[in-house]
């Protein structure tokens, strides 16, 4: 091997690394430790759902159903459509886990979607 294939060998494995450190995460709109899914891991348990909801874990249909609804309006797509995208991520990740301790309620307190609000 001459050391011109020996350079070249060497400035190619370079640009390889460079292209795929750097150049590939900005291609695909990523940037950094922003790249993550924000919160918790997705393997985590969630939190108890009254905590989520900020009610007490002996609360009424109603009460669930308001807080539900109160929590969903902060995080919604049309309120942080404007912020960066790390933000609006952080936003749908909060939104899918208070739907998940909504649903979490009503499956362990016995109500269904068909009972009255």
């Known amino acids: 091997m ?21 150049a590939w995460p900005l291609l695909r709109g ?3 430790d922003d790249a993550e899914a924000p919160g918790a891991s997705p393997f985590a348990p969630d ?5 989520v909801l900020g009610v007490g874990a002996d609360a009424e249909r109603a009460i669930i159903d308001a807080a539900h609804r109160a929590k969903r ?8 459509a404007r912020l ?4 609006r991520r952080q936003a749908q990740w909060r939104l899918m886990e208070i739907d998940r ?3 979490t309620a009503m499956r362990e307190l016995g109500l269904g ?3 009255p609000r």
């Open 2 to 22: 001459t050391s011109t294939e020996l350079l070249v060998a060497i400035g190619g494995a370079a640009l390889g690394y460079w292209f795929i450190a750097v």
């Open 30 to 32: 990523r940037r950094g």
């Open 47 to 51: 939190p108890p759902w009254h905590e």
């Open 73 to 80: 309006e902060e995080y919604l797509p049309e309120r942080v």
């Open 84 to 87: 960066g995208a790390g933000a």
């Open 101 to 103: 301790a909504y649903a």
């Open 113 to 115: 979607r068909d009972e």
